[in-house]
């Protein structure tokens, strides 16, 4: 490589939970350099999730942490030009791809939803997630489905 690696940025845990996973996901779901809206929204969808399931004794982050991980890929499919053709190959996600890809989709999908706020749209999508189904569960079934197809050219990893 040319460059040196850009320096991995800390980020800092969220005032409520204290917790950098949070910080991580307002970050994506934030927009225009509103943090400030996107922890209201977080925080909003995270009431919303403990309202819809009273009887569950996990608490609303525990809920969330669980809808991100039944959302999280383990393989996905990169094109790779082997001769004049380009073929699918499947490989394995770093650890940090896959909190990131799961945070990414399961905002895209509760964006996509129809629904009053986004903070009612993300508690939907939320609740769906951790009750393995859902637009974002649909992806990752999708991704594993296709990397389980294109098994055959796994020997092209690099």
């Given at each position: 490589m040319r460059k040196a690696k850009p320096k991995k940025r800390i980020i800092l845990p969220d005032p409520v939970y204290n917790d950098q996973k949070v910080s991580k996901f307002v970050n994506h779901l934030m927009y225009d350099g509103k943090k400030n809206t996107s922890y209201e929204i977080f925080y909003a969808a995270l009431?919303?999730?403990?309202?819809?399931?009273?009887?569950?004794?996990?608490t609303a982050?525990?809920?969330?942490?669980?809808?991100?991980?039944?959302?999280?890929?383990?393989?996905?499919?990169?094109?790779?030009?082997?001769?004049?053709?380009?073929?699918?190959?499947?490989?394995?996600?770093?650890?940090?791809?896959?909190?990131?890809?799961?945070?990414?989709?399961?905002?895209?999908?509760?964006?996509?939803?129809?629904?009053?706020?986004?903070?009612?749209?993300?508690?939907?999508?939320?609740?769906?997630?951790y009750n393995e189904q859902g637009g974002a569960f649909k992806r990752k079934e999708d991704m594993h489905r296709m990397a389980e197809a294109n098994r055959a050219f796994a020997h092209f990893r690099f």
């Open positions: 009431d919303i999730v403990k309202t819809k399931l009273p009887d569950e004794e996990k982050l525990e809920i969330w942490k669980k809808a991100l991980e039944n959302i999280t890929p383990q393989v996905e499919v990169k094109s790779r030009r082997v001769g004049g053709a380009t073929f699918q190959v499947p490989t394995e996600i770093r650890p940090e791809r896959k909190e990131s890809i799961s945070m990414k989709n399961l905002i895209n999908f509760a964006r996509k939803r129809g629904g009053k706020t986004m903070s009612d749209k993300l508690a939907a999508e939320i609740l769906d997630a």
